[in-house]
Nanobody
């Protein structure tokens, strides 16, 4: 079992920045790629970014390319999402997820473990 805990959400003005973190504990050796997803009210959960175990391969949704950066520190069992130039449409609950495979996958069913989510609200 893997336990994921997100932190770093909050309220920020448009154009501002936030850095989310996701700390993993438990049977971490069974995991590979990590991902960040988000879900806005009334919408489906969608992929934001993903990263392989080594960090050499990443994926970004078109809506966040050039603004968000995913990274990981395996020594700290932590994945980060640096979010810059935030827009009101980035408002959502952000979830960290871990897959058992080391492929950068973009669908929710590819991820086995999920955090509880952290709210990000961007005001205009």
């Amino acid at each position: 079992q893997v336990h994921l805990v997100e932190a770093g959400g909050g309220l920020v003005q448009a154009g501002g920045s936030l850095r989310l973190s996701c700390a993993a504990s438990g049977d971490i050796v069974s995991t590979g790629a990590m991902g960040w997803f988000r879900q806005a009210p009334g919408k489906e959960r969608e992929i934001v970014a993903a990263i392989t175990w080594s960090g050499r391969t990443t994926y970004y949704a078109d809506s966040v390319k050039g603004r968000f950066t995913i990274s990981r520190d395996n020594a700290k069992n932590t994945v980060y999402l640096q979010m810059n130039s935030l827009k009101p449409e980035d408002t959502a609950v952000y979830y960290c997820a871990a897959a058992r495979t080391n492929l950068v996958l973009t669908t929710t069913d590819a991820y086995v473990y999920w955090g509880q989510g952290t709210q990000v609200t961007v005001s205009s």
